[in-house]
């Protein structure tokens, strides 16, 4: 617990069988006992002026890129759209190239034969890559949305925000400008536009 002196951050942990929060923490934190009394002023701004935002509640109102636990649900996304099927192996280089533009996968040498299985495995991003040129992302967002994600939970926690899950119209509206591939690439490996809180992700 001491080497988290000063960092930033939180966890949840649920009841996978019931939804239940057993546990919840937002780090840094305040001593919320010092509410039941009389504090200074001093006590207070330095609450409330602390650029780090103790009184955050970072499972519940921050959201963050995903990442590669973002993935199950492009899976997910793919094989409902019948894009792939889960035991076809296609070839994963480190590299894909999409116009003038060259997206990376984490294994420098890349990772070779792969099907859904190994891509979960190993969290393949080529394989994404190649499966995310056939998938809309209105469609990848509305299965995003099936498993819990861009809404509030529902669970009695007041202030939950409910992050996002980007659409062709929203980014439209957002920057004026319409939706591309290179969008799409960055969005199957949870990053780019899709937004969540950590609680959200645990559910889902």
Same mark, same amino acid.
């Given at each position: 617990y001491e080497a988290l002196e000063g960092k930033q951050g939180s966890a949840v942990v649920l009841d996978v069988k019931t939804g239940e929060v057993l546990a919840m923490v937002s780090r840094p934190s305040y001593d919320p006992s010092a509410f039941s009394k009389r504090f200074t002023t001093k006590y207070w701004n330095s609450i409330i002026n602390n650029d780090k935002k103790p009184m #955050?509640?970072?499972?519940?109102?921050?959201?963050?890129? *995903?990442?590669?636990?973002?993935?199950?649900?492009?899976? #997910?996304?793919? /094989?409902?759209?019948?894009?792939?099927? *889960?035991?076809?192996?296609?070839?994963?280089? *480190?590299?894909?190239? &999409?116009?003038?533009?060259?997206?990376?996968?984490?294994?420098?040498?890349?990772?070779?034969?792969?099907? $859904?299985?190994?891509? /979960?495995?190993?969290?393949?991003?080529?394989?994404?890559?190649?499966?995310? $040129?056939? #998938?809309?992302?209105?469609? /990848?967002?509305?299965?995003?949305?099936?498993?819990? &994600?861009?809404?509030?939970?529902?669970?009695? /926690?007041?202030?939950?925000? *409910?992050g996002l899950t980007p659409t062709k119209e929203w980014k439209q509206k957002r920057y004026g400008q319409r939706w591309r591939k290179g969008d799409m690439l960055s969005c199957v490996i949870g990053q780019s536009y899709f937004l969540v809180t950590p609680l959200q992700l645990a559910v889902a």
């Open positions: #955050l509640n970072r499972v519940i109102q921050e959201h963050y890129a *995903p990442a590669s636990t973002f993935k199950p649900i492009t899976a #997910l996304a793919a /094989l409902e759209e019948k894009i792939i099927d *889960p035991a076809k192996k296609v070839y994963c280089e *480190p590299t894909f190239q &999409l116009g003038n533009r060259t997206f990376h996968d984490w294994r420098p040498g890349g990772h070779g034969e792969t099907d $859904m299985y190994k891509s /979960l495995r190993e969290s393949v991003d080529v394989y994404y890559y190649i499966i995310g $040129m056939d #998938l809309d992302i209105d469609r /990848l967002s509305y299965y995003a949305r099936e498993v819990g &994600l861009g809404a509030k939970t529902g669970i009695r /926690l007041s202030r939950e925000i *409910p």
